[in-house]
């Protein structure tokens, strides 16, 4: 070849674009670390889900993928109400989290929080497995600015005091109950007669053992591991009247940056810890009263009768906040759960 087809070549070749290995751009495009947002540490049954998401994202990835759990809503110095915030100025990756948190700013994805919306499991399960459904909350996550991935739950919630046994509306009245910083749920207790208190977890503990409080609303799985018989808690009422999901969810920035095998290790992972999640949370359902009772905790399992006259005490906070949130998901939701009640 002479000297002048060598230049017209290599000019050609450097006029060509310059290509890299897909292995190679995907792996420059990773970050060192994903940060995963969780309120709840390895202790309870949502940080080991958050946990056991993270284990599995590395195991599905073959390593590539590092994410690391930062509990105690840490990343945003432990307000769970600006989890979502994070999520999308880029703070936290990745969120194992209930949504009903994150509410202010995202009203819609609170519609799982209404009082007394689900009796049981049954009822949540027929929501869950609706795929409709599920597509238009999905949906409406993605817009609030998150990718959602799977879902779990938290646990039904339950009344717990220091004072009696509360069987009637007018039980509730004047009792002073921590609660978390959600406008409906001071609400919902207002109307309920009683005296809500916003308080972050830390100082519930010494206020329930001091007096200062008198009572919470928890999964029961928190009240063992906390072991609040020993903090004056010697009622429960297991009325169910509230089970949050449990969201797992990227943000968009992380999302998007994933070639879709990433991704759909991610959300793989995702599902899996969710499964276990709910697995897991309904085991300590189905113990609890047993194990209530073990350390002389009194329980009372409201009849359907006391039960509808809680729901009647609370229909204007629910009415209002029904309209607030999303009256046509609300309404899907109940169209569902009435639907499984005549299954």
């Avoid at 229909?315 to 499984?340: D, F, G, M």
């Amino acid at each position: 070849m002479n000297r002048r087809n060598l230049l017209t070549q290599a000019c050609a070749m450097a006029a060509m674009p310059m290509t890299v290995l897909p292995g190679a751009a995907l792996a420059q495009s990773l970050k060192a670390e994903y940060r995963m947002s969780s309120v709840l540490p390895p202790a309870f049954a949502w940080g080991r889900a958050s946990e056991l998401w993270s284990k599995l994202i590395k195991d599905n990835s073959g390593g590539r993928i590092n994410s690391k759990v930062y509990p105690g809503a840490s990343l945003v110095q432990g307000d769970a109400t600006r989890e979502l915030t994070g999520i999308r100025q880029g703070s936290i990756d990745l969120i194992c989290g209930a949504p009903g948190n994150w509410s202010g700013s995202a009203r819609e994805l609170g519609c799982f929080s209404l009082p007394f919306l689900f009796p049981d499991h049954k009822a949540l399960d027929a929501v869950l497995q609706n795929k409709a459904f599920m597509a238009q909350y999905f949906e409406a996550v993605r817009k609030a600015g998150a990718e959602p991935l799977a879902v779990g739950e938290t646990g039904f919630r339950q009344l717990c005091n220091s004072k009696l046994p509360i069987k009637t509306v007018a039980d509730l009245r004047g009792l002073k109950l921590r609660i978390v910083p959600s406008p409906m749920m001071s609400d919902v207790f207002t109307e309920l007669g009683a005296n809500p208190t916003v308080m972050s977890w830390a100082d519930t503990q010494p206020a329930l053992s001091s007096g200062a409080v008198d009572g919470c609303e928890n999964p029961m799985e928190l009240f063992f591991a906390a072991k609040m018989q020993t903090l004056g808690q010697k009622y429960v009422t297991r009325w169910n009247y509230m089970n949050e999901i449990l969201l797992f969810a990227v943000s968009r920035e992380a999302w998007d940056s994933w070639s879709p095998a990433d991704q759909k290790a991610v959300r793989d992972a995702a599902q899996d810890a969710a499964k276990a999640n709910i697995t897991e949370v309904r085991k300590f359902y189905s113990e609890d009263l047993t194990k209530a009772k073990e350390i002389g905790v009194e329980v009372h399992v409201p009849s359907s009768a006391e039960l509808a006259t809680f729901q009647t005490a609370t229909r204007r906070s629910y009415a209002k906040w029904k309209a607030q949130i999303n009256p046509t998901l609300v309404s899907a939701i109940e169209q569902i759960v009435e639907s499984s009640r005549k299954a």
